[in-house]
């Protein structure tokens, strides 16, 4: 702008000799363009910017349609409903169809060519196996983060009261398998304490493992924070030192090769929004 008007100054003084009418016609079009040029530069890189922005985000793209398939870790059940039901508000032709379970066995299936356009894992190991087969679409992203507690019935029959009691073979104890996340993570805690666990059984996800906790079939269980919390009244949670050590990560990534790529990248990023975060955010989830 200054340029311009330094530029004016020294023509006017070429034509301050020409009668006042005369310099007024050959004078405003040239302000005129120079002040509409110094708008449209200032203007024009916030435009720019939020049509990048807009572009960057696959989740804020409203001609999205079709139906997308997602496999999620059985401890997020209660919350990928609820960011399901989210996403949908904002696409509304959009079907996402949800499907839980053992993250092992999901990433199993996935490779095996089970129809899945999205992956959100309970581990970094179980989603290794989708990567490793390079099935992910993009590099999974880490959405959230969880901790282990032990559940109990209401009233505590068994009078257990820390990750110690998981030693004691005269208590009913239920764990979930090894290869599943949080029975990897409970190994984890387990070696930290020092515990060699006695288990009455191992279940294939920690929903299963929780059910035995409702039922009364055992004296407690190891499973995630987030999972006693979904439980409500149904069981008591215990917290133990050692849960520190054994923090699980949870990825999600889009599964490559699907024909409704664009609605499953949208949804991967909708999971990191603020909105989706805060649905996890009060399951007890971490932050990534």
């Not at 050959?26 to 990048?52: F, H, W, Y």
């Not at 984890?188 to 515990?195: E, L, S």
């Not at 060699?196 to 929903?207: C, G, H, W, Y």
């Not at 050590?245 to 499953?264: C, D, F, Q």
């Amino acid at each position: 702008m200054r340029r311009a008007l330094v530029g004016l100054s020294s023509r006017s003084q070429k034509l301050r000799r020409l009668p006042g009418s005369v310099l007024s016609m050959v004078l405003l079009p040239v302000v005129l363009v120079a002040l509409v040029g110094c708008s449209a530069a200032a203007s024009a890189p916030e435009s720019s910017v939020k049509n990048t922005e807009a572009s960057a985000d696959p989740s804020s793209n409203p001609a999205l349609s079709g139906t997308i398939v997602v496999d999620a870790a059985a401890s997020l059940t209660g919350s990928f409903t609820a960011i399901a039901s989210a996403f949908k508000a904002l696409h509304p032709d959009v079907t996402v169809t949800l499907n839980f379970g053992s993250s092992a066995a999901l990433a199993s299936a996935i490779v095996a060519g089970a129809p899945v356009d999205v992956f959100a894992a309970a581990s970094a190991t179980t989603m290794a196996t989708v990567t490793t087969a390079g099935l992910t679409a993009t590099p999974p992203k880490v959405f959230a983060r969880n901790s282990l507690e032990i559940a109990v019935p209401p009233g505590n029959p068994g009078k257990v009261s820390g990750i110690r009691d998981f030693g004691d073979s005269a208590k009913k104890i239920a764990l979930c398998a090894p290869q599943v996340p949080c029975g990897a993570a409970a190994a984890i805690a387990f070696a930290a304490a020092g515990v060699t666990p006695a288990p009455s059984t191992l279940e294939q996800d920690v929903k299963a493992a929780l059910t035995k906790v409702q039922l009364g079939e055992v004296d407690a269980a190891m499973v995630y924070r987030t999972d006693v919390i979904a439980a409500g009244s149904k069981v008591i949670g215990i917290e133990f030192a050692e849960s520190a050590k054994a923090v699980t990560s949870y990825p999600i990534a889009p599964v490559t090769k699907r024909a409704n790529s664009a609605s499953a990248a949208a949804f991967a990023a909708f999971v990191l929004t603020p909105a989706a975060q805060t649905i996890l955010a009060n399951a007890g989830f971490q932050a990534p």
